[in-house]
C-alpha cells in the first residue's frame, strides 16, 4: 500500500534532519531541530508529487498568505531566512496537503468527465446511424418528441397508448345506410385526423403535453385519462417496437448530457421527411 503524503512528509523531515528520527515518546509529536520552511515543503512536493512548480509554489504561497498573523512562527534574531523562504507550522503544510487532495480529486473527476464525453461522442454517432437507417420520418419524431419531453420532466406516453386513445375517443363513424344522409349528425374528427394534427404540432409523447392536446380538442381530461388506461387491441399490437424506440429514448436522457441530447434532437430535427439511402449529406 502507498504511503500517505503525510507519512512521506515525515520521512521526508527525519532523512533531512529536520526532526529527530524519534518521536516524544510522551506525546508522540515531532521533536524539531530546525523551522520548517517554504523551500523545504516545495522541494518535498517536487521529489513526491507530480505537480507542475508553477502548481507547487501557488498551493504554497496561498497558505502562507491565508494565514492569520497570529499563527505565522515568530523570525529569529535576523528575520526570516531569505534562502529558505518563509517559516511554516505544521497547520500550514497539512493545509497545503489538504488541498492536494482536493486537485487530485478534482483531476480524477477531469479525467472521468472526458472519458465520459467521448464514450457520448461515439454513441450519439452511432445512435444517429440507427435513426438515419433503420427509423422513418414518424418514429424519428416521436424519438424526438419523447427526448424533448424526458428533458422537461414530463412522464413518456408509449406511442401505443396515443393511438389507442384516438381510437376510443374519436371511433369511425358507423354506416347508416341509404338513409343515411336525412339522419347524419355532426361528427368529431376520426382518429386518422386526430393523428395528423397530433403530428403537425410535434408528436407530443409527454403526458402533460398530450392531455393539453386533447383538452383543447374538446375532450375532458377524464375522458383522455380512460382512455390511456383502456388499452386498444389493434393499436396496442405495435407496443413492442414503440418500446424499442422509448428505451432508446430513456438511454440517450440518462446517459448523455443536456448538449449531447441536444445534439441528438437538432439531427433529427434536421433530416427531410424522405431520405435516400445513399443521402452523403447526413451521413
Not at 387491441?233 to 430513456?250: N, Q, Y
Amino acid at each position: 500500500m502507498e504511503k500517505s503524503i503525510s507519512k512521506l512528509w515525515v520521512d521526508y523531515l527525519k532523512n533531512n534532519r529536520i526532526v529527530s528520527t524519534n518521536s516524544d515518546p510522551s506525546t508522540g509529536r515531532l521533536e524539531y531541530r530546525r523551522q520548517v520552511f517554504t523551500d523545504d515543503l516545495i522541494s518535498f512536493l517536487d521529489l513526491k508529487c507530480d505537480l507542475s512548480s508553477g502548481v507547487r509554489e501557488q498551493l504554497v504561497n496561498e497558505i502562507v498568505s491565508n494565514r492569520s498573523m497570529a499563527s505565522v512562527p515568530a523570525p529569529s534574531s535576523s528575520g526570516f531566512i531569505d534562502d529558505k523562504g518563509c517559516p511554516l507550522t505544521e497547520a500550514d503544510v497539512m493545509n497545503v496537503f489538504a488541498n492536494i487532495d482536493k486537485l487530485a480529486l478534482q483531476s480524477a473527476e477531469n479525467e472521468r468527465t472526458a472519458e465520459k464525453q467521448v464514450k457520448q461522442a461515439d454513441d450519439i454517432e452511432h445512435i444517429k446511424a440507427v435513426i438515419r437507417s433503420d427509423m422513418d420520418w414518424s418514429d424519428r419524431n416521436m424519438l424526438a418528441s419523447a427526448l424533448k419531453s424526458q428533458s422537461a420532466g414530463q412522464a413518456v406516453l408509449n406511442p401505443a397508448k396515443v393511438f389507442s386513445a384516438f381510437a376510443l375517443l374519436a371511433p369511425e363513424p358507423k354506416p347508416m345506410g341509404r338513409l343515411a344522409r336525412f339522419f347524419r349528425t355532426p361528427q368529431g374528427p376520426t382518429p386518422d385526423q386526430l393523428e395528423v394534427e397530433w403530428q403537425e404540432v410535434g408528436f407530443p409523447l409527454g403526458e402533460d403535453s398530450f392531455l393539453k392536446f386533447l383538452t383543447g380538442k374538446g375532450f375532458g381530461v377524464d375522458q383522455v385519462r380512460q382512455a390511456l388506461e383502456t388499452p386498444d387491441d389493434e393499436s396496442m399490437s405495435e407496443g413492442p417496437r414503440f418500446e424499442a424506440l422509448l428505451k432508446l429514448a430513456e438511454y440517450v436522457s440518462r446517459n448523455f448530457d443536456k448538449e449531447g441530447l441536444a445534439d441528438v434532437v437538432r439531427y433529427i430535427e434536421s433530416l427531410p421527411e424522405e431520405m435516400d439511402d445513399d443521402d452523403d449529406e447526413y451521413n
